[in-house]
């Protein structure tokens, strides 16, 4: 596949002149457009082998466009803060906002790809990193990131005329490290390497273009004249139709519907549950102090019915814990920060460091939930969304992480007399308003939504506990006491 | 001042359970509209003795109020991450926006009582240290924070038998940790320490409260109370009323008016500036390759008139720098998540690492140029602003960093040709905007608060460099040969 590229290509000086006048005026234009439609972001990566003038083209990017909305970002090794997250989470928190340009110089390919040339990496092991990233970058692209992928690419012929010729010249004799010689003694090894790499990961959201890097004029007109061209193509498309709201789905069949499986009212007395609850919060309690507790995580996420006691049992579960290390994570209407990115980002900077314990009061499951039932989200994106939020979390639980996942269930009477009893009680009135009544109007398509989501994202890694919670008293026992056990398992996984 | 704190309180279970009751729906209501007016955040700190029960307050707190719009951060040793910025900035990252309520759980004077009381520190070191603590609590303060000091208090006798009870409970004696008793061990000590401490940093805008926590139900009204009157008095204080423009200061007395006593042309060939400025940006190349690099960070700061240039000053700096180590952050309107914050917030976030180098186009100054002469900041604040951010970037320099600020000056004339010139290239059309014009027409307002800002923000850590800019090839000589010699002497210091 790097037959072309290895092609000699030349360009005058005078046509260059002529043609880079143009194209930066063109660029400059589109880069304008992009900022004020912010509709998506770009996101570049520059990959390649050494000497091909990478470091050049983005200094070339920077003078071409405005300077001042183009952020670079370099991964090297990981900083103390980003090792002890999952691998992905310092390429999501440097992720353009829409309207901006993200280049990544060195991206999530980078270290796999490394380790594979060094044998650190055997086939099989690539082959799921291959994996992983094939899926951030298919989940990028259907969130509306304009993925724009560059391989520079020199022949082994051509990579040693350039660093002789860099070599030779005070200048820029800096300019060649050690590390690339070393790197260029291993070009066949790289090669190898990265061709199948660049040919599996070339999807039709996100191919990789293969720029032909020898000559310097003709390789900046080549990426200038396509990145202006994926620009314009994207800054002229149409603005996509606005969301229909989703036809209400038909319930689950009675036979498979696992939400009325349950029975929903457990008896528990006050007495027992002064004994149980005491005792579960002490098994948590002494869960969150055992000396391996700081080499896991844990991510509590609480989703239900309205009025299905979530605020109750978060209260039971936090009596248990240090206040300094957990925090509630309330999940409401996006920032204008959040809304300006994919939608995993906003979970993503909440994700805890080892020794840490976050709860989400609502969660990224919203996206299946009352954005797939209110039409605020189209079909396609709730249908693979429950594909990304599984990769997601199998991302926080191979880093260590315990997640555990309550569905919050009451049956629809059981909450007809709580809303009544929030209206009649001064200081609870302010939790129910005319939009739940409104919600609970669509009961049927809610309660298919939530046997959807348990039926294809309650995963070995990351069950949902299904919490039967009519009797509030049963329900928090049940959390508190499901959570404790989560995490004495994910001790001894940490041992 | 302890002597109040120690007195023996007794509360009937009865009388504590009637005023919890109604102390609880109260504190419920007074967050609900703290959150709903979003007027101003709520940060509480939590010191004092050991075993005074902070934690079973924090938890209290948690219980009584809507846990989910509070968020308690503890301060122990700084991470990796926390290590490297200066010590202020983990104490920035988490601050409570407006609306919700941040609890601390030891905060900034932590680290230096403890040093003290160890005699790590000595008595100029800790006046310093409480100095910044004052600066900075007043600031939060003047920024509309509702700072509330919690001073947990036990006598030594109070403390003695406190500890016993806790260690003769089966289920308690864990919370009794080795540290606990070293503390007790020096109680005199850290009284010794505490004493003039609280007396000192008990100011008009945020002193302490000292809490008598002896008896556990006394301790809980007392707090509750407390929190309640100062939550009321803020929300029930009418909102200030809309910032009036300031009157136009006046011009600087021409004698003392450092801008019109620049020669703003200054002659430079083309062959002279070609020549120049690869040798400048040599020397920045160079300097920022150096070794000792990776432990000092760079604070680029550009201010200029309109149209004086400052983007293409910035290109050409980039162009010297590896574009993977450095960023530009481009200053306009705050966003959401900003505005929630006190005025610094949003420059703190962007405060790098060792090894990097930030671009601010446009800065902090805002406050004390365009937010001053539009009216936008009251008079009150944009005068405090001053200290304030003398006392920002005294932190970032003590922390390492050098800070290099850059006014680019141009006349009237000029800018009047630079104007006329946008208007009529295509391309340069989008750069000109009606506002510019009407800026213009403030011409003499602006330039004395260059004046004031200059006189009263340059300092010998971090001076400003006032460049003429009429001449842009100048300008830009002047500028990277400036930033290069300020990094060349940071390194120096560095060694």
């Known amino acids: 596949m790097f037959e072309a590229a290895e092609l000699e290509h030349e360009v005058s000086k005078e046509d260059y002149r002529k043609e880079e006048a143009e194209l930066r005026r063109a660029l400059l234009a589109a ?30 990017l920077n003078e071409w466009l405005d300077p001042r909305f183009i952020e670079v970002s370099g991964f090297g090794l990981p900083t103390e803060e980003e090792a002890v997250h999952p691998p992905m989470w310092r390429f999501w928190r440097a992720l353009p906002p829409k309207g901006r340009i993200g280049i990544f110089f060195g991206a999530w390919q980078t270290v796999p790809i490394l380790e594979r040339v060094l044998g650190k990496l055997g086939p099989g092991g690539f082959a799921t990193r ?72 070339s999807t039709g959201e996100a191919p990789w273009t293969v720029v032909p890097a020898a000559n310097e004029r003709f390789r900046a007109l080549f990426v200038g004249r396509h990145l202006l061209g994926a620009l314009r193509a994207r800054l002229d498309a149409p603005a996509p139709a606005a969301v229909k709201a989703t036809p209400a789905p038909p319930a689950a069949p009675e036979q498979v519907n696992i939400i009325r499986a349950l029975t929903l009212k457990q008896e528990m007395s006050r007495d027992d549950y002064d004994k149980e609850l005491a005792e579960a919060q002490g098994r948590l309690a002494r869960a969150t102090r055992h000396k391996r507790y700081g080499s896991i995580s844990v991510i509590a996420v609480f989703e239900g019915n309205d009025a299905a006691g979530k605020g109750g049992a978060v209260r039971r579960l936090g009596a248990a814990l240090d206040p300094r290390a957990y925090r509630i994570v309330p999940v409401a209407a996006p920032t204008e920060e959040e809304r300006a990115q994919p939608y995993l980002w906003r979970f993503w900077r909440h994700v805890p460091r080892p020794g840490r314990l976050t709860i989400f009061d609502r969660s990224w499951y919203g996206r299946v939930l009352v954005e797939r039932v209110e039409g605020f989200a189209a079909e396609p994106d709730w249908r693979r969304a429950y594909a990304e939020i599984n990769d997601f979390e199998e991302q926080l639980v191979t880093n260590g992480a315990v997640v555990a996942k309550f569905w919050l269930a009451i049956s629809k009477d059981e909450q007809h007399r709580r809303f009544k009893d929030r209206e009649a009680t001064a200081f609870k009135r302010h939790k129910i308003t005319e939009e739940d009544w409104r919600n609970r109007e669509k009961w049927d398509a809610y309660e298919a939504a939530v046997c959807e989501m348990v039926e294809r994202t309650s995963t070995g890694m990351a069950p949902w506990t299904l919490v039967e919670a009519d009797n509030k008293l049963h329900a928090r026992v049940k959390v508190i006491r499901t959570l404790a056990e989560m995490v004495e398992d994910g001790l001894k996984r940490a041992k």
Not at 40 to 53: K, S, Y
Not at 172 to 199: A, G, M, N
């Open 31 to 60: 880069q304008r457009e992009l900022g004020q439609q912010r509709r998506f972001p770009v996101l570049i990566l520059i990959a390649g082998v050494e000497g091909a003038g990478k470091s050049e083209t983005v200094h070339l």
């Open 130 to 201: 291959m994996e992983e990233i094939m899926r951030l970058e298919r989940m990028l692209a259907q969130e509306g990131v304009l993925l724009l992928k560059y391989w520079f690419h020199l022949s082994k012929a051509q990579q040693k005329k350039r660093i002789k010729s860099l070599e030779k010249d005070k200048e820029t004799s800096w300019k060649v490290t050690r590390y690339d010689r070393t790197l260029f003694e291993h070009y066949d090894d790289f090669i190898e390497v990265c061709e199948p790499y660049l040919r599996e990961t």
